[in-house]
């Protein structure tokens, strides 16, 4: 089993929305990937971070049978989708993928 963690922190400001709509926006984006992306076998969305350090405002944990799968993910249409609205709003990403 392959985990992918992904840590975010947003712009202030960014596509027109302020920094906590643009990470509701990211939740219900991530969210809709349920059921659509074939190899993604689990996934949680969180916005509100308590007291994390650094400062981080979504985070993403998601699962997958293997690399391949992993891979699979990130080229899909419908995650490159939320991808280029990530690039718009995140000021900055941090990311883990290990075997477990």
């Excluded at 490159?80 to 900055?92: E, P």
């Amino acid at each position: 089993m392959i985990k992918h963690i992904v840590m975010w922190t947003l712009k202030d400001e960014a596509a027109g929305a302020d920094r906590a709509a643009n990470a509701r926006k990211m939740k219900e984006m991530l969210e809709a990937l349920r059921g659509v992306v074939p190899s993604l076998a689990a996934l949680e969305v969180g916005v509100e971070v308590f007291a994390a350090s650094p400062a981080c405002d979504v985070i993403l944990y998601s699962e997958f049978a293997s690399r391949a799968d992993l891979d699979a993910y990130q080229v899909h249409p419908e995650h490159q989708k939320v991808v280029a609205f990530v690039k718009q709003v995140a000021a900055s990403r941090s990311v883990v993928d290990y075997e477990a």
